[in-house]
């Protein structure tokens, strides 16, 4: 009987790297020459009181939102008497919103303050982080009033997402008072668009008095 024996293994041959491709590399070093060179500038903020826990600089894409970087005023270097300095990039050339928050997720809607520039190496960009309180009376006579829309007449992108995110409720006897950055203010009845009132911070910090035609209760009297 004829004893059994096992195949014969022709070994594999050892896998080889293949020559590069010129046309590929040329690709990929014509797609690294074409993206935007980053542009290095500084963000000064000033007027800051002493409480300043969780403050922070975000700038983005002014168009999008995208490209978002935030940095908190923690890591900031001191610049002067009275304000912090961070050194930040955007995009060489693109329009970035630069904006001062308490939180990182309030900064693009959120924000204490911001500007939108074109991102140049070597630019400083100057903020105030100067917050205004703002207290909201009652006229006489009438004891509620709200909830009031506030929105900032001189920039529409601003949300009250701190200040009255669910809108502005005036109790007699309760005090009612907001933390504002500098800007024209309006406060509008949801209801009835054409009731609005306009006021500015800080030239009325301290004190706003509502109008009448703000100044109704949720079922509607005086």
Do not use: C, N
């Amino acid at each position: 009987m004829e004893r059994y024996r096992a195949p014969t293994r022709t070994p594999l041959p050892r896998p080889t790297r293949l020559p590069p491709v010129p046309e590929l590399g040329a690709l990929q070093r014509g797609a690294r020459a074409a993206e935007p060179a980053l542009a290095e500038f500084t963000v000064e903020v000033a007027d800051l009181a002493p409480a300043r826990d969780g403050l922070g600089v975000a700038t983005f894409r002014a168009a999008t939102g995208g490209d978002f970087r935030w940095q908190p005023l923690a890591a900031a270097e001191p610049r002067g008497a009275s304000a912090l300095a961070l050194s930040v990039r955007a995009r060489r050339g693109e329009e970035i919103a630069v904006t001062l928050a308490s939180a990182s997720d309030l900064a693009r809607h959120g924000y204490l303050t911001r500007r939108v520039v074109i991102a140049q190496p070597g630019a400083v960009v100057r903020l105030s982080g100067a917050r205004h309180e703002v207290r909201f009376d009652l006229p006489d006579g009438v004891e509620q009033a709200g909830p009031l829309r506030l929105q900032r007449v001189d920039d529409r992108d601003w949300l009250p997402m701190e200040a009255a995110p669910a809108g502005l409720k005036l109790q007699r006897g309760a005090r009612t008072s907001l933390q504002l950055g500098a800007g024209r203010y309006e406060l509008q009845d949801p209801l009835a668009s054409a009731a609005a009132q306009v006021f500015e911070v800080p030239a009325q910090a301290g004190a706003v008095t509502l109008s009448r035609s703000l100044a109704r209760a949720p079922d509607g009297r005086r």
